[in-house]
């Protein structure tokens, strides 16, 4: 699975960014799709995830009620819509995909299989 994220860009803060990451092959549709960010200094950090079914969603407690995971399988592509966007969410966003759909580790980037190149999303206040 190759993964290509893209979406990033500059927002004010309280603004709103939708992410995609579209992947190639025909496996997506069993893959669990997660989104990582990483801020500059610090370590790669889970946002959310989604079942292969898109029927369960995880979130971290940063992000909950603003950010939200989507999939359509039929296009290849998971989504973030980001909302109530903060400086602090500011970094570099990875997607990626989990062979297993359910996984005890699935906020670790160990867990993922599969990484798409990042994309910058920059908020200022």
């Known amino acids: 699975v190759q993964l290509q994220a893209s979406g990033g860009g500059l927002v004010q803060a309280g603004g709103s960014l939708r992410l995609s990451c579209a992947a190639s092959g025909r496996t997506f549709k069993n893959r669990a799709m997660g989104w990582f960010r990483q801020a500059p200094g610090k370590e790669r950090e889970f946002i959310a995830r989604i079942t292969s079914s898109g029927i369960s969603t995880y979130y971290a407690d940063s992000v909950k009620g603003r950010f939200t995971i989507s999939r359509d399988n039929a296009k290849n592509t998971a989504y973030l819509q980001m909302i109530s966007l903060k400086p602090e969410d500011t970094a570099v966003y990875h997607c990626?995909?989990?062979?297993?759909?359910?996984?005890?580790?699935?906020?670790?980037?160990?867990?993922?299989?599969?990484w798409g190149q990042g994309t910058q999303v920059t908020v200022s206040s």
């Open positions: 990626a995909a989990d062979v297993s759909d359910y996984s005890r580790t699935y906020q670790h980037a160990s867990s993922y299989d599969y």
